[in-house]
């Protein structure tokens, strides 16, 4: 640290970014660079470009309307610029006083009153300008750009930066990069010396399209970090044993679940069961994430694994992230393999201690052969006799650890048991290769058949009254309804009340609503405060089609199934996420019947949706394709927002991509082999240097 005694709230925010040891400061690279290095004259600037002028004031006054501002005249002999301050102290008028020469720096804004900057920063004129341009790091609240520049320094000069490949190993690049002519080779520490300070004479674009040579240099290491610590992985996880798991030849279980469900596998479930039945007949680990969109069928591709696994004598495991959703997988795989003789347990935090002591019985003496519940089946308390299969269902909403402490419920001679890992909110195949080290993806890339599409209306709140009388139309035809309440953020007290608001408005505008079949029309709510009982009772009956309309805050969010649903009313579309949205959607048009999904959306007092808001719903109107949204997710947000804050924290990839920069990629590939079995100290040292402690949290 720069300072003899550093401040501890700096030293936090210096953790929050991940700069740890000095070597973390050292790879901390520029997001953009100022270039103090020249003073402009006025006459010479464009429009929007930050720039540094010298100029003597000639003007200043203080004015009041629309707000009080300090308004500030200089002129540089070649024209006059306006410098506006919102907000000021008396210091800085003083140094701004009718007469002084500053140097000021700043977006110059030309507008009809002529030549602006916007809170431009500035100091007295004169004084040495520096050779290098000033590199703007990424920060936090809390950590000024002066302290992290210093930080960084001290780190680069400090960490150790030998080299763990020679350049030379790069050169096949100097032929291929758009840079022919510039210095050829960069050691790492060059580069990053370059990087942090490079020469005024660089051009600034291939420094920030990450072209330049030095950019190179870093992305290569980066790659390579990345490709050793996988392969070590990969290699990690054949040394581990799991129990065989082998597919048998008829009359098995697999084969008569086969037979008895009502519909034929898609050609897209056959072949991702295949792929995972390969993986259980070997004697290493199983760890596939098997992505689909809602709605593709991802259960019974579970439960046709589960059946390999019980057909090979062990137990298996299903997780899900709610009450509701692990109680609905119960169901329904109650319902398949109960009449083939299996015997299921079931396990959820809300049960009550008899039914909870019972299942642990039945869990730990073999006999219930599959498992199925929430969270409570990691418990130290729940011992398992034997189990062979863990699958977690929706898994990114669960935590590195809650994985792991799945893996670790096989006691058996050191072996760990298969992971199949699900999701719907599909990952961009490069992005899911650069934040797991070591997965295997299979994708459902295919609906089951007789799907109707669902139709997206993006609708103003204004027009409330018709999405009232299309749920009225769907009550008659004997269709079913969820209307999903604005989430709240702030509050849950107050997403509550407006749950429960929305619940008596729409009682009250459906009065007179009938059903085909004469029933009365019930309109239920649900909520995430009701006691479990209460929840799975509503559940329960709009399940069996008793209640028509089903008005919820976001509990409904994941993996309900009821096919007669066929409208969904989204409150305030625009405070959801992209993928939450489509989620949503996803819980209608599971049957034959035409669905729609009408996002409501209210400006509030603005005149018109934010830029992203709009961007969001536009997507979901367009398209219903869970892959394509997740590209405009990740197109809108970014990777770390796409992933949560949580997993970007555990990127392995800060500074090259996937997609566009394949021959590096390509290179690492073939260099990490050589690295690790050649120079096995120098791979260590290159993984520890660019991944630090997190190489291993990124296994799990
Ligand atoms: P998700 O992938 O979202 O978890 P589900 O497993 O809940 O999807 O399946 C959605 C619905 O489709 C369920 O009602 C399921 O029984 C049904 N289903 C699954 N596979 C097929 C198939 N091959 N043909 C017809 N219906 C299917
Ligand atoms: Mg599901």
Not at 511 to 533: E, F, K, N, W, Y
Request: net charge neutral.
């Amino acid at each position: 640290m720069p300072d003899a005694k550093p401040k501890t709230e700096l030293q936090k925010a210096l953790e929050k970014l991940g700069l740890r040891r000095d070597i973390d400061l050292a790879l901390h690279l520029p997001l953009r660079y100022e270039d103090e290095t020249r003073i402009v004259k006025l006459i010479d600037v464009r429009d929007s470009t930050p720039v540094q002028i010298e100029a003597t004031v000639t003007h200043q006054e203080v004015t009041y309307r629309p707000r009080r501002q300090l308004i500030v005249t200089v002129d540089d002999g070649t024209d006059t610029c306006t410098l506006r301050f919102f907000s000021f102290y008396g210091s800085q008028q003083k140094a701004l006083a009718v007469g002084n020469k500053v140097r000021v720096r700043g977006e110059v804004k030309g507008g009809f009153l002529g030549r602006t900057m916007l809170h431009p920063t500035f100091k007295a004129a004169g004084g040495d300008l520096p050779t290098a341009l000033t590199p703007v790091y990424p920060t936090v609240a809390g950590l000024p750009q002066a302290y992290l520049r210093k930080a960084v320094l001290s780190g680069l000069a400090r960490a150790d930066l030998s080299d763990t490949f020679a350049p030379g190993d790069l050169e096949w690049l100097q032929h291929r990069s758009p840079q022919k002519g510039q210095k050829p080779l960069w050691t790492l520490r060059d580069a990053l010396q370059f990087l942090h300070h490079p020469t005024p004479d660089v051009s600034i674009d291939t420094l920030m399209d990450h072209s330049h040579p030095a950019w190179q240099r870093l992305k290569a290491e980066e790659l390579l970090a990345q490709q050793i610590s996988q392969l070590q992985s990969r290699r990690e996880r054949a040394s581990l044993k799991a129990p065989q798991l082998q597919a048998e030849e008829g009359g098995t279980l697999h084969a008569r679940l086969l037979a008895a469900l009502p519909f034929g596998l898609t050609n897209a479930q056959q072949r991702v069961g295949e792929e995972i039945a390969r993986d259980m007949a070997r004697r290493i680990p199983m760890h596939r994430l098997l992505q689909g969109d809602v709605g593709a069928g991802k259960t019974v591709v579970a439960a046709l694994a589960a059946a390999i696994c019980m057909d090979a004598g062990w137990q298996c495991a299903l997780m899900a992230p709610t009450e509701i959703l692990a109680e609905q997988h119960f169901r329904k795989l109650l319902g398949w393999l109960e009449p083939l003789g299996i015997t299921t347990a079931w396990l959820t935090g809300t049960q009550k201690a008899k039914e909870r002591r019972a299942m642990l019985a039945l869990i730990e003496s073999g006999e219930a052969q599959l498992v199925v519940g929430t969270h409570a089946i990691i418990q130290d308390k729940v011992k398992f006799k034997n189990l062979a299969l863990a699958i977690i269902d929706e898994q990114h909403r669960f935590g590195v650890a809650q994985r792991l402490a799945l893996r670790n419920k096989l006691h058996h001679e050191d072996m760990e048991p298969h992971l199949l890992m699900m999701t719907a909110t599909p990952i961009p195949r490069t992005l899911a290769m650069s934040y797991y080290a070591d997965l295997d993806v299979s994708t459902l890339d295919e609906l089951p058949p007789g799907r109707t599409p669902i139709v997206t209306k993006v609708v103003n709140d204004a027009r409330r009254d018709e999405v009232i009388e299309r749920i009225r139309a769907q009550i008659s035809q004997g269709r079913q309804v969820y209307w999903v309440c604005p989430l709240i953020e702030e509050s849950e007290a107050l997403d509550l009340t407006n749950a429960t608001q929305t619940h008596a408005d729409l009682a009250e505008a459906l009065q007179g609503a009938t059903r085909a079949d004469g029933q009365p029309v019930l309109i239920g709510l649900l909520h995430s405060r009701m006691h479990v009982d209460d929840k799975k009772a509503v559940m329960g009956a709009f399940t069996a089609g008793l209640m028509s309309v089903l008005v919820s805050t976001t509990v409904i969010e994941v993996g309900v199934d009821v096919p007669n649903a066929s409208l969904m009313v989204i409150e305030h579309a625009e405070r959801f996420g992209l993928s939450q949205l489509h989620q949503l959607r996803g819980r209608v048009g599971r049957g034959a019947a035409a669905s729609a999904c009408v996002l409501l959306y209210s400006t509030g007092d603005a005149p018109r949706l934010g830029e992203a808001a709009r961007e969001r719903l536009k997507a979901m109107a367009e398209t219903n394709d869970g892959f394509e949204i997740a590209r405009r997710d990740l197109e809108i947000r970014g990777p770390g927002e796409f992933l949560g804050a949580r997993q970007s924290g555990e990127a392995m990839l800060r500074f090259a991509d996937l997609a566009t920069d394949t021959e590096l990629l390509d290179w690492a590939k073939v260099e990490a082999p050589m690295l690790l079995d050649t120079y096995p100290h120098l791979a260590a040292k290159h993984v520890a240097r660019w991944l630090g402690g997190k190489a291993e949290f990124l296994k799990a």
